[in-house]
């Protein structure tokens, strides 16, 4: 079975040091499998359009990140973020552990990404007699959880969590205090988006009413009328896409659910990305930047002053605007992560 078909660099970058008995690539059989027809396809949108919403998240964390820093990209697929991060990086030897609930998805990362020595996979299972993922402690070694990690993307996913709280506390109890969490999604409400700024759903919806219109009056389709009229069938059809595509949550919900996990929100923006068809409007996503509180004991991390210096944005006034269409806004709070060592390696 052929491999991926994404470019592999021939270039092998420094290796960079895990935690002693922390495995980059986990014995379990899904790392063997053949590589999956659907991850492949999957691969390939990265180079669509859409995909430019991971540059403002790419460029944030090339700034961020500092040699020994261990960066997880959660929800993280075929490994598309963390491939364009190691262009923008070059050689600097962080640690980059992938997680996602994808083995078909996952499996296609380790065949793109296990020759950087800098790169590591977890997989998430469902647990179908608990009704739930594997959380993070379930799937991580002993020597990462009590290291943590200094930095968590989340990108293009976040909206896709039906246990929003649950997610972000496992966030919170990795991530070393006063560190960094990296958001963007195309699929969250905001009230201040102009009315011709559509998030996913948004769009999902227009094509519905689109495609429907289409076999009602364009005689090509008739033979599909018979469908529209068939209440059961389009309500299991529109069960389904409500499954695949969760109803849209207010940003306000995952700021609230942010707080509630420990985090502080300290920069919130709107990021505008051309849609390359001929709909009108503009696809609409929320890009987020929150941090860790700080150590109960009043010291901040051993390392928040060279944390401050790459997102000099972070003490900028509320309302600074940051260029065409794009706003954010700051604030951060003080409060307490015990128990978390904030000098480990």
């Known amino acids: 079975m052929p491999g991926s078909d994404r470019p592999q660099s021939l270039h092998v970058p420094k290796p960079y040091v895990w935690p002693d008995g922390f495995e980059r690539v986990p014995r379990e059989e899904w790392v063997d499998r053949p590589i999956d027809d659907l991850a492949r396809s999957y691969d390939r949108v990265r180079r669509h359009g859409w995909y430019a919403n991971l540059d403002p998240v790419v460029e944030e964390l090339r700034a961020y990140v500092h040699p020994g820093d261990i960066l997880m990209d959660y929800s993280g697929g075929t490994g598309i973020l963390v491939d364009r991060l190691r262009s923008r990086i070059g050689d600097l030897a962080i640690g980059m552990l992938i997680v996602d609930a994808s083995a078909k998805f996952l499996r296609f990362a380790v065949d793109v990404l296990r020759g950087d020595p800098r790169t590591a996979f977890r997989l998430l299972r469902y647990l179908k007699d608990a009704g739930r993922l594997q959380s993070l402690e379930e799937v991580i070694d002993p020597p990462m959880l009590r290291r943590g990690v200094d930095a968590i993307a989340c990108t293009n996913a976040i909206h896709l969590y039906p246990e929003l709280d649950r997610t972000l506390a496992s966030w919170s109890a990795l991530l070393r205090p006063a560190h960094y969490v990296f958001i963007n999604s195309g699929n969250i409400l905001d009230r201040n988006a102009a009315s011709d700024e559509w998030i996913i759903d948004t769009t999902v919806a227009a094509l519905n009413e689109v495609a429907e219109r289409l076999v009602r009056e364009d005689e090509r389709y008739a033979a599909h009328r018979a469908v529209l009229t068939d209440r059961a069938r389009m309500a299991a059809y529109s069960e389904y896409r409500d499954q695949?595509?969760?109803?849209?949550?207010?940003?306000?919900?995952?700021?609230?659910?942010?707080?509630?996990?420990?985090?502080?929100?300290?920069?919130?923006?709107?990021?505008?990305?051309?849609?390359?068809?001929?709909?009108?409007?503009?696809?609409?996503?929320?890009?987020?930047?929150?941090?860790?509180?700080?150590?109960?004991?009043?010291?901040?991390?051993?390392?928040?002053?060279?944390?401050?210096?790459?997102?000099?944005?972070?003490?900028?006034?509320?309302?600074?605007?940051?260029?065409?269409?794009?706003?954010?806004?700051?604030?951060?709070?003080?409060?307490?992560?015990?128990?978390?060592?904030?000098?480990?390696?």
């Open 244 to 345: 695949v595509f969760l109803p849209p949550r207010a940003l306000s919900r995952y700021l609230e659910s942010l707080e509630r996990a420990g985090f502080a929100v300290v920069s919130r923006a709107p990021m505008h990305c051309a849609t390359e068809t001929r709909c009108s409007g503009v696809l609409w996503a929320s890009s987020l930047a929150v941090q860790t509180r700080s150590r109960a004991d009043g010291r901040s991390s051993a390392r928040s002053d060279a944390r401050d210096r790459p997102l000099t944005s972070v003490s900028a006034p509320r309302s600074r605007r940051r260029g065409p269409g794009s706003r954010r806004r700051w604030c951060r709070r003080a409060s307490a992560h015990p128990g978390r060592s904030a000098s480990a390696p």
